[in-house]
């Protein structure tokens, strides 16, 4: 079913995407290479790059802990690993990880991605968790929602619980640090995994 509702994210498909960042958890990787599939053949493919700081929140349930390196690096070759700090996951523990903590994460995540000022359209494919911690929680992020259904123009609300394979797209007020504004806001869109 989630590699179903995957494939079936044509919106992402149809625009061209200077980058693509993904979680390290496989089914992340996998959602992204379903959603926006690597080319095979023609022009080359859209540079991937795994990162720590976009995974799921840590710790306690198994479905959070990441396979080594060298499994990824085997199973996806056209992702790029570097960013992960080991080859094990040296980051999962057995006590769930500080939701204050999983917000600060993916805040690190977010600051690396507005440095890619050479890539235009970037997608992000990340959790559910981790996502709804870092946009409600982090005090430098404020948040306004324009989502709406497909199926008519209620908005819904900003703390909803992500659908599996859901687009979001959100309009970030930046700061870096307390009461420095970031000149540049930036529309980013994000992805949950299958």
Partial sequence: LGRDQAKSVSTVRD?????????????????ADLVYPPKTTGTATTERVSMEEFR???GN???GKRRSRVYLQERFKHWNFENLQSDE???WTIDMEDFDATAERGYRGLSWLLQQQQHERILLVSHGGILRYLMNRHDFI???????????NDKKDINARFDNCEVRKFL????????DDHDDDKEESSETEC
């Fill in 15 to 31: 625009q061209t995407i200077d980058l693509i960042v993904s979680s390290p958890l496989s089914r992340a990787l996998e959602t």
């Fill in 56 to 58: 799921e929140v840590n």
């Fill in 61 to 63: 349930l198994l479905n």
């Fill in 89 to 91: 996951d040296d980051l």
């Fill in 142 to 152: 404020q948040l306004q929602d324009s989502r709406t259904t497909s199926d008519n």
């Fill in 172 to 179: 970030l007020s930046w700061k870096e640090e307390e009461g």
